[in-house]
C-alpha cells in the first residue's frame, strides 16, 4: 500500500509540473481540486489530501462555491451522494469555525439552521442539491474534495529526498507533518503508566506534542472519543521539569496550559483543556499511541 502511495505522489508532481493540473481533477483560479469519490470521516480525508499535498477545500468566495457544488455532480453519483466534506470544522474549538488548511474563514454559506449547536456535529459538507453547508458527524463516512495549489514551480527548487512513509497499522491515521502513525483503543480508560505500555507493545509511545499543527491533530482525537486523551508528558520531580517518554525534547507548550502552575502532585499530562493529572488516576485518558 506504500508503493501504491509512492507512486501516485509521483505521478501526481509529475502532472503538476508538466501540466496545470493532475489529470482527472478540476482546475480554477489557482488551484487544482481532486472529487474523491471514497466514503470516509473527516480527520481521514483530510490526512488523504495531505498525502498528496494539499487540504480539504476551502472556500472564500460565492463564486467558488457555486462551482464546487455544481461541478461535483460531474465526479459523484448524484443519485447515491448529496454531500461531501469540505475543510471546514471547529474540533479545535467547538464555538468557532476555522479552514483545516489554516486559510482565513472568511466566506461561510451555511444553509438555514446551520450550523446546529451539537456536541458531535463539527465538521462542514456541501450539499450538491443547493451547495448550502450543513454540520455533520465528523464520523459520517462521505467523499471529499481535495485542493492542491497548482502553483508548483520545481525548477526553483532543490532537489530533496523525501522522508520514507512509514507503514501504518490498519485503522491507525498517518500525519504527514510529522511523518508519523497516531492510533489507539478507544473508549480503554487507563493510567498513565498503564497507557504507554499498552503503547510500547506496538512499538510506540504515548504522543509527544512539537507544534501548534500536531497539537490540533490530536484534537481531532479528542473530539472522537468525547475524553481527554494521555500524551507522553510526564515529570518526575513533582511538576518542577517535564519531560516525554519517547526521548523527544519538550519544545512546544500551548500558551493556554496550565503546567506552569503549581502542579500539586500531577505529573502527568492529558489534551481536553491541556490540564495535568496524577498519574495514577484511572477514567482520565483514552490511549493513543504515536508511533515513528
Request: aromatic letters at 16%.
Amino acid at each position: 500500500m506504500i508503493k501504491t502511495f509512492q507512486f501516485i505522489f509521483i505521478l501526481t508532481f509529475f502532472y503538476l509540473t508538466k501540466s496545470a493540473c493532475p489529470n482527472g481533477s478540476y482546475e480554477w483560479s489557482s488551484n487544482c481540486y481532486i472529487f474523491n469519490s471514497t466514503e470516509i470521516g473527516f480527520a481521514k480525508a483530510e490526512v488523504s489530501c495531505q498525502k498528496i499535498g494539499g487540504h480539504l477545500i476551502s472556500i472564500h468566495d460565492a463564486f467558488t462555491n457555486d462551482i464546487i457544488g455544481q461541478t461535483a455532480p460531474d465526479y459523484f453519483n448524484k443519485s447515491s451522494v448529496t454531500e461531501i466534506w469540505i475543510g471546514a470544522n471547529s474540533l479545535s474549538s467547538q464555538k468557532t469555525w476555522s479552514w483545516s488548511d489554516g486559510s482565513a474563514m472568511d466566506f461561510m454559506d451555511w444553509k438555514k439552521g446551520e450550523p446546529r449547536n451539537e456536541s458531535e456535529t463539527h465538521c462542514a459538507a456541501i450539499s450538491m442539491i443547493d451547495g448550502f453547508w450543513s454540520s455533520e458527524d465528523c464520523f459520517s463516512a462521505k467523499p471529499f474534495i481535495c485542493m492542491i495549489p497548482k502553483s508548483i514551480a520545481p525548477t526553483t527548487m532543490a532537489p530533496t529526498s523525501p522522508k520514507p512513509v512509514p507503514s501504518c497499522p490498519f485503522g491507525w491515521l498517518y500525519f504527514g507533518k510529522t511523518n508519523s502513525c497516531y492510533g489507539g483503543l478507544y473508549g480503554l480508560y487507563v493510567d498513565w503508566q498503564s497507557a504507554e505500555g499498552n503503547c510500547t507493545r506496538y512499538d510506540a509511545h504515548l504522543p509527544s506534542v512539537h507544534s501548534y499543527e500536531e497539537h490540533m491533530f490530536l484534537n481531532t482525537f479528542v473530539e472522537f472519543v468525547y475524553t481527554s486523551i494521555w500524551i507522553g508528558m510526564y515529570s518526575d520531580d513533582n511538576g518542577e521539569t517535564w519531560k516525554y517518554s519517547d526521548g523527544t525534547p519538550v519544545d512546544y507548550i500551548p500558551p493556554e496550559s496550565d503546567l506552569g502552575e503549581p502542579s500539586r502532585g500531577k505529573t502527568c499530562v492529558v489534551i481536553d483543556s491541556d490540564e495535568d493529572s496524577s498519574c495514577p488516576v484511572y477514567a482520565i485518558g483514552a490511549d493513543i499511541h504515536k508511533k515513528y
